[in-house]
């Protein structure tokens, strides 16, 4: 298998490349960069619930996301992560949206907006995970909120309009700290990388990034490429057209944080999280033409379920 077959660019030199099946084979040091996740790497990257285990195993995840007109995003994205099965989801929004997250998603928990900019390195420390992004919008204040979490020293799940923010302050990408995930689309990736005139000059950026900052970088597409720290790259076959949708990548962002609140490491909550997502999808597209973002986050319980018991 080639990387042409991954990449929507007809005539590109990847054509050559290639593409190993399983994350064990591919990515390590002396063979190929670039490994397919297959059902098998997901199975033995799970963590079992186990007896005995309570909220507090699955760790408490923060998302700061929502503006007035762009709630949806955040709601969302606390589904995502919900549905992920972390132990504990608290969603800060500004007050405008709590009636709406009080009645749709009653297991979630509220920070207040401003409170957030009270917030030191201790009062991060109860959050396992921490997410910023969705629909915050780009204006003044989603840019003070983002500076302060930045300055509070933890790794961050990047997104939308957190990504956009930084296009504008790069000043603030020396902030972004080891282990982080970024998680553009193919926009989002050239505003705040450079644009570049086809995927396969991307990808190479994205793996420059990806080393340089220590982070993993997961750049949205059909096939979604999850780039770690070591710049090796991992593409996710699952998924397809019945997901190009809007919220679609709020609820992978929830999905995200909730891998991490549970303890996984970036580059394996990344993987988890696209390949649930897209198969979620994919099982979702057998009955319905096209998918919701709501839709997806409820189904994911379920895909997890049947994956496991296969
Ligand atoms: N219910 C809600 O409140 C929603 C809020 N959202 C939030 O709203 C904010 C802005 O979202 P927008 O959709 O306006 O801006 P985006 O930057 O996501 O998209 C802008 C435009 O870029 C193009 N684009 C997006 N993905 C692409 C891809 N993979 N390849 C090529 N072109 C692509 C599309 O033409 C799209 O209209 C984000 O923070 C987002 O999280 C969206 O997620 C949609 C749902
Ligand atoms: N044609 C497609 N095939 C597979 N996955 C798709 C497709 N279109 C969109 N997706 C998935 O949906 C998500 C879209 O993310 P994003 O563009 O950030 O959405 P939004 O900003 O609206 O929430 C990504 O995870 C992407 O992989």
């Known amino acids: 298998m080639y990387l042409s077959s991954f990449l929507p ?35 033995k990257l799970l963590k079992p619930r186990a007896d005995f285990s309570h909220k507090g ?3 408490h995840a923060l998302i700061v996301a929502g503006a007035a007109e762009t709630m949806g995003a955040a709601l969302l994205s606390a589904k995502g992560c919900l549905y992920g099965g972390a132990g504990l989801t608290t969603l800060s929004i500004p007050e405008s949206g709590l009636t709406a997250l009080n009645t749709s998603l009653p297991e979630v928990m509220y920070l207040d907006r401003d409170a957030l900019g009270l917030i030191k390195k201790d009062a991060t420390d109860k959050y396992n995970a921490i997410a910023i992004g969705p629909g915050i919008g780009k204006d003044k204040q989603a840019e003070k909120i983002l500076e302060q979490l930045l300055k509070a020293k933890r790794a961050l799940i990047l997104d939308a309009d957190a990504l956009n923010i930084l296009s504008s302050r790069t000043d603030l990408l020396s902030n972004i700290l080891p282990h982080s ?3 553009p689309h193919l926009k989002e990736f050239d505003h705040l990388f450079g644009e570049h005139k086809n995927w396969e000059s991307r990808l190479e950026t994205a793996v420059t990034k990806a080393r340089e ?14 780039i770690d720290e070591q710049g090796s790259v991992f593409i996710n076959p699952t998924g397809n057209p019945a997901m ?18 549970q303890g996984h490491t970036s580059k394996d909550a990344a993987v988890l999280a696209c390949y649930f997502h897209g198969k979620a999808g994919d099982e979702l597209a057998a009955r319905y033409f096209n998918v919701t973002a709501s839709k997806i986050a409820m189904q994911i319980p379920k895909t997890v379920r049947r994956i496991l018991n296969r």
């Open 9 to 43: 660019d007809p005539d590109t030199k990847s054509k050559q490349q290639k593409v190993e099946k399983g994350m064990d084979k591919g990515g390590g040091k002396n063979t190929s960069a670039y490994a397919l996740v297959e059902g098998s790497d997901i199975l």
């Open 57 to 59: 195993t699955y760790g």
């Open 181 to 183: 995930i970024l998680t």
């Open 213 to 226: 900052m220590q982070i993993v970088i997961v750049l949205k597409n059909q096939y979604t490429f999850i």
């Open 244 to 261: 190009a949708q809007g919220g679609m990548g709020d609820v992978l962002t929830g999905l995200i944080t909730a891998y991490i609140a």
